[in-house]
């Protein structure tokens, strides 16, 4: 039968996206998905190919919508330490959630480090872009006298990144929120 | 039969501490401690009571040993800011370390998360003494000049500490040494 009559790709992949930043990767039933993606076993398979395809495209789609609005904040006129900070206070505020899901991508970097070779290069890569989109407005920073002469904006950006991977693994530990404001006010004393 | 003449429970935990550091804790089976510890399973049993059991005396054995060696690096006249540069340089080490083991009760954060309770409060417990003796440090530090008046010691040390366990995961990504090095500046700065 293939796709159902009003079938969206992009819809089938945000219902992935919710179960799959709630629950993980390995945990989750194809049921699971089917009901909650409300779609038939065959159209998964005819549209996706596999849970680990469905998987591989969610962190894409997570990639081209969440992540891409965290890079924008970057690309913004305007004090470029400013853009920085709010990147960080974007992550902090995944980290508040309720829902307490943290980062998909640090996540699943936790869940399945290098087991799956593709997805391990995926999110090395995921995790590249906003590395390095980082250390180009510290670079601009510099030049603007921002940031201080003698930092690197490499390594501040490096080490805000492991920060951000430290976060979604703190989340697990069930962080107050003033533990959590704490280590978003620390780790942006980075950039003092 | 019991435990085989000579047999020594810390020698035995040291053992079990190299395979769990090394391996993680689910893909370790019963067969290869045995083989390892070279000790007989009723030996294991008699002494530790079970694989999870054991799990638990590792970890408080790793606590009492290599953190504790941390932690008495903080308590060293002289230099408080130093000290702590010394504890997060201490982390740095094992990040290098070719083995690429990291730090276990990190780690085991990352594998084990909140799905076991016991297991989740005494990693808990333990990192609130890394924190703990960080922030107490800084403290210092600030009353005697070294640390910004502006700073707060509590959110430093609890920022170093989600960095240390960043740590653990970025080296799921195979890191160069050169960005294991950037990672360690950058998350020093926040001592400036």
């Not at 992540?67 to 400013?82: C, D, F, M, Y």
């Not at 995944?94 to 640090?106: E, I, N, W």
Request: aromatic share 6%.
């Amino acid at each position: 039968m293939g796709r159902p009559k009003g079938f969206s790709e992009a819809a089938a992949l945000e219902k992935a996206l919710d179960i799959f930043w709630q629950r993980g990767y390995q945990g989750v039933g194809l049921t699971d998905l089917l009901n909650g993606m409300g779609i038939a076993r065959q159209s998964l398979y005819d549209t996706f190919g596999s849970k680990r395809q469905l998987f591989i495209k969610t962190i894409e789609h997570y990639r081209n919508t969440r992540l891409a609005g965290a890079l924008a904040l970057l690309e913004r006129e305007g004090s470029p330490t400013q853009n920085v900070r709010d990147v960080v206070r974007f992550f902090e505020q995944l980290a508040l959630d309720k829902r307490a899901r943290g980062c998909l991508v640090a996540n699943t970097l936790v869940e399945i480090g290098s087991k799956d070779r593709e997805i391990h290069e995926l999110l090395a890569q995921t995790l590249g872009l906003l590395e390095k989109g980082i250390a180009k407005a510290l670079r601009q920073a510099q030049r603007e006298g921002e940031l201080r002469a003698e930092r690197s904006p490499r390594a501040i950006a490096r080490a805000l990144t492991n920060a951000l991977i430290g976060m979604a693994v703190s989340g697990k530990l069930a962080l107050s929120k003033s533990a959590v404001t704490d280590i978003y006010a620390g780790t942006l004393t980075m950039l003092d």
